[in-house]
Nanobody, 115 residues
Framework: QVQLVESGGGLVQPGGSLTLSCAASGIFFSEYREAWYRQAPGKQREFVAYITRSGITDYADSVKGRFTISRDDTKNTVYLQMNSLKPEDTAVYCC?????????WGQGTQVTVSA
């Protein structure tokens, strides 16, 4: 059974930082590409960042220079380091792992950026 469990969300002030984690089980993690998505209230889910098996990364324009995605295949975990957070970053953040046509999603973790 595949499980993805996100953690690290919370309430942070504008300009602050958070690191999200997504721990996977039930898959050969190193064979998958990992990504983070987010969904703000009343909005569609949007892409945030991805990292390939070889470590190639890409980011949404809205987070470039502020967020960093990384992976630790020894821990079956993907991370999202978020710096210089803005109120518009408030959303539920979900991780996704994919390999070909196969993909799995986590339940998400809430990030709230507010003074």
């Amino acid at each position: 059974q595949v499980q993805l469990v996100e953690s690290g969300g919370g309430l942070v002030q504008p300009g602050g930082s958070l690191t999200l984690s997504c721990a996977a089980s039930g898959i050969f993690f190193s064979e998958y590409r990992e990504a983070w998505y987010r969904q703000a209230p009343g909005k569609q889910r949007e892409f945030v960042a991805y990292i390939t098996r070889s470590g190639i990364t890409d980011y949404a324009d809205s987070v470039k220079g502020r967020f960093t995605i990384s992976r630790d295949d020894t821990k079956n975990t993907v991370y999202l380091q978020m710096n210089s957070l803005k109120p518009e970053d408030t959303a539920v953040y979900c991780c996704k792992v994919s390999r070909g046509l196969q993909s799995y999603w986590g339940q998400g973790t809430q990030v709230t950026v507010s003074a």
